[in-house]
């Protein structure tokens, strides 16, 4: 059987609600935080970013909410359609723009 | 343009052996990343350069891997010898200066028997 590993927390909605996708960060000085969406078989591509001096970005259907003093960050995408299925990861910097990921979100959407 | 490009896309081979992983960023781009993602350990920084030059490799995991940039088009990480805890799928990533963003490769895919 599989070796004991860490499983992705996943998260399934229906086509059409909305997604709700959670990260908790760790470093308190961290200053620039970007999602990225990976789809089976692909690399991670960037969705959006936000700096610590906001609390709130919003794209194209996605909106980064960024709460400082828990050290939280959401991804809320409107709509979620089946392409959005996929992993998705957090990542924080500090400073010099090299990031450390977090484990990733799997999204599953049901049509 | 094209993406950051990776090969091969899948590499098969047996432990041992030596395996070297290559990698074209974008034009332009000062950073170069490469990347290890396995199951169990998620997505590890293995190693950046900046305008050519290795910054920092703590991420790599053992002297078997080694990792070069002779100019601004071209990279490889090469593991020697393989062993089959490294099969996992390989990432490159690079981004310019002025942005925390990264471009990703496809990825290679790495199985070591």
């Known amino acids: 059987g599989e070796s004991v590993g860490l499983h992705l927390p996943t998260l399934s909605v229906q086509e059409g609600d909305n997604s709700i996708i959670n990260c908790a960060y760790s470093n308190s000085a961290s200053d620039y935080f970007i999602w990225y969406k990976q789809e089976s078989g692909k690399g991670p591509q960037f969705i959006i970013d936000?700096?610590?001096?906001?609390d709130k970005r919003q794209g194209q259907r996605v909106t980064v909410l960024l709460n400082k003093t828990v050290k939280h960050l959401s991804l809320q995408i409107a709509a979620t359609q089946p392409g959005d299925s996929a992993v998705y990861f957090c990542a924080e910097n500090v400073g010099s723009y090299i990031p450390t990921f977090g484990r990733g979100t799997s999204l599953i959407v049901h049509p | 343009d094209a993406g950051v490009i990776q090969s091969p896309r899948h590499e098969v081979t047996e432990m041992g052996q030596e395996v070297t992983l290559r990698c074209k960023p974008i034009?332009?781009?000062?950073?170069l990343f490469w990347y290890r993602q396995t199951m169990m350990r998620g997505l590890e920084l293995l190693i950046y350069?900046?305008?050519?030059?290795?910054?920092?490799d703590s991420g790599m995991p053992e002297d078997r891997f080694s990792a070069k940039m002779p100019n601004a088009s071209f990279s490889t990480l090469k593991i020697q010898p393989s062993e089959p805890r490294d099969s996992a799928v390989y990432f490159c990533?690079?981004?310019?200066?002025?942005?925390?963003?990264?471009?990703f490769g496809p990825g290679t895919r790495l199985t070591v028997l």
């Open positions: 936000i700096r610590s001096n906001m």
């Open positions: 990533a690079s981004r310019p200066s002025i942005t925390g963003r990264q471009f």
């Open positions: 350069f900046n305008n050519n030059v290795p910054i920092d």
């Open positions: 034009s332009g781009h000062d950073y």
